[in-house]
């Protein structure tokens, strides 16, 4: 199992929350999911073989930017 953080932009409600999530859910392989609104993050945890890059779309897909976070300055 393994568990990948996104950083998302453009999520400004409980909605945007409820979309985000059932687009990651809807992904192959994804197990759990925790969107963050206030932080604008989402934590997912899923299979080995489940790419970050297949989750960015995912959310994207949705209506919304995602990346994954960069180093902490």
Known sequence: MHTTTLTITGMSCGSCRNHV???????????????????GSVRISHE??????????????AGYDAHLPGPTP
Do not use: W
């Not at 080995?48 to 897909?61: K, Q, S």
């Open 21 to 39: 999530d059932a687009a990651l859910r809807a992904v192959a392989g994804v197990t759990q999911v925790h969107v963050d609104l206030a932080a």
């Open 48 to 61: 080995d073989g489940v790419m970050p890059a297949d989750l960015i779309l995912a959310v994207e897909d």
